[in-house]
């Protein structure tokens, strides 16, 4: 488009309107334009907030691939001779056996119902992603031998303050397997010392699991030398699929593997619902915007017809004339993206900064509404603005090329 066209385009934009709704309708077509971007924006940031926000959480929590009994019985035996075998498979960086059952466990306030999970601990074993960064404690005291039968645990941070549970502090574990006496089966009592305390981010994790070496926990549950679960951890996730079909043909018909996306399947669905509708629903907002574009330009047609006429007159040509009113939609478009990208991103950052929106913990698993920009999103998310803005001055542009000057001026 050549300089003539711009010049004409602004001018016709600044100019002193003789109907006011004209400006008025312009100023709201910009803000119109930048309320869809911001609200695109910020409704992206949202859905990418929760969508890595849960899958780190949940991730660092539990295992890429899951081995698990195909029919649950007495656990998996034999799995010291199975994990070397699984760490040949390509992409898997550790196979972790673990084993966990329910029990109750005495705080100094209350007890609580608790996940016991036993893992190898101590002594160089490769430490769970959830367990290398603990909020208090640490983990040296699995490399001690254990003394007086007080064994060493580690509590979700959530259930430690349920319980009223801090570093060192005496617990006690309630198995219910029991013991057979003459009286009955007797609930089993064990005793530990709390050596640290993690925190996943996640409520139902925090307020519910515990953690122990793999012996004490078989000790508990009352179980040989078995586990119910290998745990494998990827370095690609996304190569799940592929390393639990090689990792089911290894295991035998016995065993299966369950990846993480089958694992949080309903969730992931959820969120891809949700980005969805959200997308669709905000959309409608560029979608009034445009209508307005629209509104503004075909107004400016007729007010501009005797200077359409004159122009034509002068030697401009039909096209040159189209491309003068695309280019004051577009204008307008691009006016309101800019606007809407400074406030959509804006927010984004400052609210994901302060946690100013607050969730309850117990429903959404995290206590705060996470925000995730990505410039990737500014891009689409303009593109989209200024299709729809291009469009809307499809129709008034056209019509303001088919302007007969002899027809427009024979009255003047």
Request: net charge neutral; aromatic share 8%; charged share 15%.
């Given at each position: ?11 016709y ?115 769970p ?10 983990l ?32 006690t ?19 530990f ?14 307020s ?34 592929e ?53 503004v ?51 984004a ?17 995290i ?46």
């Amino acid at each position: 488009m050549s300089r003539f066209e711009w010049i004409v385009a602004l001018r016709y934009l600044r100019a002193k309107r003789k109907q006011t709704a004209i400006s008025v309708i312009t100023v709201v077509s910009v803000f119109g334009v930048a309320a869809g971007v911001a609200a695109l924006i910020i409704v992206l940031a949202i859905n990418n907030g929760f969508q890595t926000t849960l899958e780190a959480s949940l991730l660092s929590a539990t295992a890429h691939v899951n081995i698990l009994e195909r029919v649950p019985a007495y656990g998996i035996e034999g799995w010291q001779q199975l994990v070397p075998k699984l760490l040949r498979i390509p992409h898997v960086l550790s196979a972790t056996p673990g084993l966990y059952g329910g029990v109750a466990l005495k705080g100094p306030m209350v007890g609580s119902n608790t996940v016991l999970k036993g893992v190898p601990l101590g002594h160089g074993a490769d430490v769970p992603e959830m367990l290398r960064h603990l909020k208090s404690g640490s983990l040296a005291a699995f490399d001690q031998p254990i003394e007086n039968h007080v064994y060493n645990i580690v509590v979700g941070s959530r259930l430690a303050e349920q319980t009223g549970i801090q570093v060192n502090s005496p617990v006690t574990l309630i198995s219910y397997q029991g013991e057979l006496t003459p009286m009955g089966v007797v609930p089993s009592l064990f005793h530990f010392r709390v050596a640290g305390i993690f925190e996943s981010g996640l409520y139902d994790l925090d307020s519910t699991w515990a953690f122990t070496s793999l012996p004490v926990a078989q000790r508990v549950l009352d179980l040989s030398d078995v586990v119910n679960t290998i745990e494998l951890r990827l370095d690609n996730i996304f190569t799940a699929p592929e390393v639990a079909r090689a990792a089911e043909a290894i295991a035998g018909p016995k065993l299966t593997a369950s990846t993480w996306m089958d694992q949080n399947r309903s969730m992931l669905n959820a969120l891809r619902l949700e980005k969805t509708v959200s997308l669709i629903t905000v959309s409608l907002i560029e979608l009034v915007a445009a209508l307005n574009i629209l509104a503004v330009l075909v107004m400016l047609v007729m007010e501009k017809q005797r200077d359409v006429a004159i122009l034509m007159s002068l030697g401009t040509r039909r096209q040159q004339i189209q491309r003068i009113f695309v280019l004051q939609g577009l204008i307008i478009g691009g006016v309101g993206c800019f606007f809407g990208l400074i406030a959509g991103y804006t927010v984004a950052i400052l609210f994901n900064h302060y946690h100013w929106l607050k969730l309850d913990e117990q429903i959404y698993a995290i206590s705060y509404v996470p925000f995730q920009s990505h410039w990737t999103d500014g891009i689409w998310v303009t593109g989209l603005a200024l299709l729809m803005s291009l469009l809307a001055t499809l129709h008034p542009s056209y019509k303001a090329s088919q302007i007969l000057p002899a027809e427009s001026l024979r009255y003047e």
